[in-house]
């Protein structure tokens, strides 16, 4: 079973910076896909972002495009998902996940979470106005 671990949230004002980690049990990338989720309280988890394992495609929802970008270290087993320009909006729980399609489902579903196995805790990202 894959172990995902999630470090690197905390409280931050508009405009700031953060760098989540999701560090993974090994041989991850040879069978999934890598996505960040987030949940704010009383909304629904969406998805922001996902790596494929495959090619090392990248995508974003446009809520956050152009201000985050997601990364893979193979030899880490980790993915990361740097945060800049950071919006009170942007405050939830933010959750890695495996998911067994490595394409990131083709960049066409991946922000569905009933694509992903495996979860992390969450690690909670705090944003002041």
């Known amino acids: 079973e894959v172990q995902l671990v999630e470090s690197g949230g905390g409280l931050v004002q508009a405009g700031g910076s953060l760098r989540l980690s999701c560090a993974a049990s090994?041989?991850?990338?040879?069978?999934?896909?890598i996505g960040w989720f987030r949940q704010a309280p009383g909304k629904e988890r969406e998805g922001v972002s996902c790596?494929?394992?495959?090619?090392?495609?990248?995508y974003y929802a446009d809520s956050v495009k152009g201000r985050f970008t997601i990364s893979s270290d193979y030899a880490k087993n980790a993915v990361y998902l740097q945060m800049n320009s950071l919006k009170p909006e942007d405050t939830a729980v933010y959750h890695c996940?495996?998911?067994?399609?490595?394409?990131?489902?083709?960049?066409?579903?991946?922000?569905?979470?009933?694509?992903?196995?495996?979860w992390g805790q969450g690690t909670q990202v705090t944003v002041s106005s």
């Open positions: 090994g041989s991850i990338f040879d069978d999934y896909a």
């Open positions: 790596i494929s394992s495959i090619d090392g495609r990248t």
């Open positions: 996940a495996a998911d067994p399609d490595r394409s990131c489902s083709g960049g066409y579903n991946y922000r569905n979470p009933s694509a992903y196995d495996f």
